[in-house]
């Protein structure tokens, strides 16, 4: 257990967040198999991010990281680089280092067999396991119920063709395409709402034939957003990635300013994607002053911006399921800002969540309810009634090792009325080792 105290000032001052999670691991990915050096700056500091290092290196690619990890070169030798390893490839807490390399080494026609840690051995992976083997990928589940460890057969079977896939999730999607990529066998995918397009980005700007339609422009377009790649054996060319800091690390400071009354918080080079920015027209529904400075693009295809966050008051806000997965991993946090806004808020179509690091959908809700706050869980909607006037209940939570979760129960326990209790603050190291750190600094107190 954890003692939190609540802050006793405004938050002021500007944060640099650390480099992106998702764009990190598709730069060691690609770069592996890349046609030389790829130098990634702002490489996200995270253990996650961490097992794509190991496991790519344990396929034979030459990653090296600078002392303070932050630059990362990964020398690429083609699709011909990589190697079946030796020993079952370990994607600890990763959820996406898990489902990509599945992908990719199913293109290859590698065998392997990747595991994870306890909570990553219970998602589930037939989402994608099916889709591959319906285009001929020789793959399964070997746990309960299409559980890890996944294992790749190896032979060169996948055929491409089309796929309709069932849920928008970036993972399933990118799992295709890099089977796709590496055999040099073509594909068309639909999915029912935009998810995260860095793949696709990332892949065009080293000069992969990926197609996208214009709703990873403009979320708000009908119909099914679409993804092609013809059959291509080409290779990807190596070209410098700089990775934008990452919007649902932000999230979480910018909440924190949102709700610590007096605070003014600039947090710098985020990432902009459109198919992230959820986070923030959430934010802007509950009438958090939020404004965007100097936006520009990164080298490796990304938009960032600085965004300045202020406190101010809040209303409450909908979330419909068409904009779920553009917030996906901020869910968390918005319901903290929630409990703090004047009315009721409701995220819809949010099954999703029951399935992510911990079953954050349920974990969500008790967060909220040892705050103090009314919440209705249904089987996909979650409601929050809250409250400006009343400052959160001192709390004790038990984060269960969710990254998210801790970093949520952290923010939430800055306007309680008394010290709060959290466990399992350790999984931080995930995605934002260094959230204390940055709030200690909008503090003025620097931590030695
Ligand atoms: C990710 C996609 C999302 C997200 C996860 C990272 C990615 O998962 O929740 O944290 O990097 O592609 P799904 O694709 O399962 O929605």
Redesign the pocket.
């Known amino acids: 257990m954890s003692r939190l105290e609540p802050v006793r000032q405004p938050l002021r001052g500007a944060v640099r967040v650390p480099g992106d999670?998702?764009?990190s691991?598709?730069a060691v990915m690609f770069g592996s198999v890349c046609d030389g050096e790829v130098v990634i700056d702002n490489f996200a500091p995270g253990a996650d991010n961490r097992s794509t290092v190991e496991v790519f290196r344990a396929l034979g690619a030459q990653v090296t990281l600078s002392e303070d990890a932050r630059r990362v070169t990964v020398v690429g030798r083609g699709r011909g680089g990589l190697a079946s390893p030796d020993a079952p490839l370990d994607c600890g807490n990763s959820?996406?280092t898990m489902?990509?390399t599945a992908g990719l080494l199913t293109g290859l026609g590698l065998e392997a067999t990747l595991i994870g840690d306890a909570s990553l051995s219970k998602r589930p992976m037939g989402?994608i396991v099916d889709p591959l083997r319906a285009l001929g990928g020789e793959l399964r589940a070997d746990g309960e119920r299409g559980r890890p460890p996944v294992v790749i057969e190896g032979g060169e079977a996948f055929q491409g063709g089309a796929a309709e896939l069932a849920?928008?999730?970036?993972?399933?999607?990118?799992a295709l395409l890099l089977a796709s990529l590496m055999s040099g066998r073509p594909l068309a995918l639909t999915e029912p709402s935009p998810?995260?397009d860095?793949?696709e980005v990332m892949l065009r700007y080293l000069g992969a034939p990926v197609r996208s339609s214009a709703h990873y422009a403009q979320p708000e377009l009908e119909g099914r957003p679409e993804v092609t790649l013809e059959a291509w054996r080409g290779t990807l060319t190596a070209r410098p990635v700089t990775v934008p800091g990452d919007i649902?690390s932000a999230a979480f400071l910018m909440v924190a300013a949102a709700i610590v009354p007096g605070s003014e918080v600039v947090l710098e080079a985020c990432g902009m994607s459109p198919t992230r920015v959820g986070v923030i027209e959430a934010l802007k529904g509950a009438a958090v002053r939020l404004v965007e400075r100097d936006p520009r693009n990164l080298p490796g295809g990304e938009p960032v911006a600085d965004l300045v966050v202020s406190a101010g008051p809040l209303r409450g806000f909908e979330v419909l399921p068409v904009d779920v997965?553009r917030l996906?991993?901020e869910v968390p946090i918005l319901a903290v800002l929630a409990g703090r806004a004047d009315g009721t808020t409701v995220f819809r179509g949010v099954e999703?969540l029951k399935?992510?690091?911990s079953d954050r959908l349920a974990k969500t809700a008790e967060l909220l309810r040892a705050c103090g706050r009314e919440v209705e869980v249904g089987e996909d909607v979650l409601t929050v009634h809250g409250d400006p006037e009343a400052p959160y209940t001192a709390f004790r939570y038990d984060a269960d090792h969710d990254h998210?979760m801790a970093a949520a129960a952290i923010v939430a326990s800055l306007v309680a009325d008394g010290p709060c209790e959290v466990s399992g603050l350790d999984s931080l190291d995930v995605?934002y080792p260094g959230l204390v750190a940055d709030l200690e600094s909008l503090q003025g107190r620097e931590e030695s």
Do not use: F, M
Not at 167 to 174: C, E, G, R, W
């Open positions: 999670k998702s764009v691991h598709r959820g996406t489902r990509l989402r849920i928008a999730s970036a993972q399933v999607k990118s998810s995260r860095h793949t649902s997965p996906i991993d999703e399935v992510k690091e998210r995605s």
